[in-house]
């Protein structure tokens, strides 16, 4: 099983300027709730960072662009989202609505968690 992580921002280091400068300066209408979940200002979050390294999941981090070039097919996705890959398929684990609702980096890991055992089960 892969987990993939699809930001609701595009690739480049222009367009990672000015996410930077959004979310500094008017935070609240940045539009990638998975950036602010999982980084901060200038870098990923300790207590993200800790999760994904100690984790045994296979995970992607992409850019939308990024995503929807690999994946041309799956159009009419909402970004951010977290999606799950594996051999047969592409599903959506977590949508861009439930990401929104989600208050802190230690919520997201939390709901990932449960949703990632019940796929196990």
């Not at 799950?84 to 890991?109: G, H, N, P, R």
Request: overall charge neutral; some cysteine; charged content about 25%.
């Amino acid at each position: 099983m892969n987990i993939i992580f699809v930001y609701n921002a595009k690739s480049g280091l222009l367009n990672k300027s000015f996410d930077i400068a959004h979310k500094i300066f008017s935070p609240d209408t940045y539009s990638c709730d998975l950036c602010g979940l999982t980084h901060g200002n200038f870098s990923e979050k300790k207590t993200w960072k800790s999760f994904r390294e100690n984790s045994t999941i296979e995970m992607e981090f992409m850019y939308k662009d990024e995503f929807q070039k690999k994946y041309p097919d799956l159009n009419g996705l909402e970004f951010p989202v977290i999606l799950q890959k594996d051999m047969k398929a592409i599903s959506v684990i977590i949508d861009s609505i439930e990401l929104a609702s989600l208050q802190s980096t230690k919520a997201l890991i939390t709901i990932l968690n449960e949703k990632i055992l019940s796929m196990k089960s």
